[in-house]
C-alpha cells in the first residue's frame, strides 16, 4: 500500500529519533513517503494531492494543527469511501485527536500501537464536525473539525497562545493557563456579546420551513425552580460556547478536561456555554471539567447533546477556533455533524 507520512518538523514532541523509527518501521511493510510541512496550510496542500493520487493511507506525525490540516485535505471534496485513512502519531503538546482515538501520549509507544493496528489491519470511521462561516465580507467557507470548535474566550485564549508561539514560547499547559488567565482577569470575556445558541432538526423531523427545509430552531432552557423571574422556556443565550465531536475537549497535562463527557466520535455534536463569566461560576464550571465525569453542571450552564445542527450567531464578530487552530473573529458559525466522514487507523 501506498503511504504519505506528513512530519511537522517544528512541532512540541517532533523529534528527529521518532521520525527515523517511524519511517523506518512503516518502511518494512509500506511504500512510504517522507515530506516535511514547510508552513501553515501545506499539510493539507500534502493531504489532498494524497487523495488525488490514491494513496491508501497518510500518517500524521505532528499536533492537532497538522491533524486538522490533513483532515480538511483529505475531505476536500467531501467524504468518499475510497478516500485514504488517516494515522496519527502524537507529536504536538496536546494530541487531543489522538489520544482520543486510544494512542498514547508518547510518540514511541503510540508508533508501536499504530504498527500493530495496521499489521492486524484494525480501521474505523468515525464523525466529524463541518464548520460554515464567512472569513471576510461577502465570501462564505467551511472548514472540518475533527475534535472540537470554540466561539468567544476559549477562542481568544487560542489567539492569544498562538501570538505567543510566534514570538518562540513553547505551547505548554501553563502557557494556556497563564493566557486565559491574563484574558480572564482583563475582563475582556465579560464585555462581548451574548450568543444566541440554535439548533436544527434531525434530517428525520416532519417539521419544515416555508421553504420546505429544516428550519434551525432555537435552543430553550427551563427556568431553574425557583427563579419565577425567567419564562418557562425562552431562547438560550450564552457568554462563550464550545462545541465538542468528541471527549475530552482537551487536556492539562495528563488530565482530561471534560466541557463535554457525553460527546463521541459516533453521535452528533454537543456543547457546553456559559450564561455568565464570574468568578464563582467559571471557577465552579472549570472545576467540575477536571474533577467530575458529568461536567459543567447548573443554572448558568447550558449543555446540549447529540445535535446534528447548531449555530451560534453575535451581534459583533467575537473570536473563533477550530481544533485549537485560530481562525478569526466571526459574528456567526454553523457547525455541523457529518457522521462516518472519515476512516482511522485504530
Not at 497518510?58 to 499536533?63: F, I, R, T, Y
Not at 500501537?113 to 492486524?120: F, Q
Request: net charge positive; proline share 7%; hydrophobic share 40%.
Amino acid at each position: 500500500m501506498r503511504a504519505l507520512l506528513v512530519v511537522n518538523p517544528i512541532a512540541t514532541a517532533t523529534t528527529r529519533r521518532i521520525r527515523d523509527v517511524l519511517v523506518s518501521a512503516l518502511a518494512a511493510d509500506l511504500n512510504v513517503d517522507v515530506v516535511m510541512t514547510k508552513g501553515r496550510g501545506h499539510a493539507a496542500e500534502l493531504a489532498e494531492r494524497a487523495a488525488d493520487n490514491g494513496l491508501g493511507l497518510v500518517v500524521a506525525l505532528g499536533g492537532d494543527g497538522t491533524v486538522n490540516e490533513i483532515v480538511n485535505g483529505l475531505l476536500r471534496s467531501g467524504p468518499a469511501p475510497d478516500a485514504p485513512a488517516l494515522a496519527v502519531v502524537p507529536g504536538g503538546s496536546t494530541n487531543v485527536f489522538a489520544r482520543a482515538l486510544g494512542y498514547p501520549a508518547a510518540p514511541v509507544e503510540a508508533t508501536g500501537e499504530l504498527l500493530e493496528a495496521l499489521r492486524e489491519g484494525r480501521s474505523r470511521r468515525i464523525g466529524l464536525g463541518h464548520a460554515a462561516f464567512t472569513r471576510s465580507p461577502g465570501a462564505s467557507q467551511s472548514r472540518w473539525f475533527a475534535f472540537c470548535a470554540g466561539f468567544g474566550l476559549d477562542a481568544a485564549v487560542v489567539e492569544q497562545v498562538e501570538r505567543k508561539r510566534v514570538h518562540g514560547r513553547r505551547n505548554t499547559p501553563g502557557l494556556y493557563f497563564r493566557s486565559a488567565l491574563g484574558r480572564f482577569v482583563r475582563n475582556t470575556g465579560r464585555r462581548w456579546p451574548l450568543i444566541t445558541v440554535s439548533t436544527g432538526e434531525p434530517a428525520t423531523s416532519n417539521k419544515t420551513n416555508k421553504t420546505g427545509t429544516h428550519a434551525p430552531i432555537e435552543a430553550q432552557r427551563t427556568a431553574p425552580p425557583g427563579d419565577p423571574g425567567d419564562p418557562a422556556s425562552v431562547p438560550d443565550q450564552v457568554l462563550m460556547a464550545v462545541v465538542c465531536n468528541t471527549a475530552p475537549w482537551t487536556y492539562l497535562n495528563a488530565r482530561p478536561v471534560r466541557a463535554c463527557p457525553a460527546a463521541s466520535f459516533d453521535s452528533g455534536l454537543d456543547l457546553v456555554g456559559l450564561r455568565r463569566l464570574t468568578v464563582t461560576t467559571t471557577t465552579r464550571s472549570v472545576l467540575q471539567m477536571l474533577h467530575s465525569s458529568r461536567g459543567p453542571q447548573g443554572r448558568h450552564v447550558l449543555a446540549l447533546h447529540d445535535e446534528p445542527r447548531i449555530t451560534l450567531t453575535a451581534a459583533r464578530a467575537i473570536p473563533f477556533q477550530l481544533d485549537g487552530e485560530y481562525i478569526g473573529p466571526q459574528t456567526e458559525l454553523t457547525v455541523s455533524s457529518v457522521p462516518k466522514a472519515l476512516r482511522v487507523i485504530v
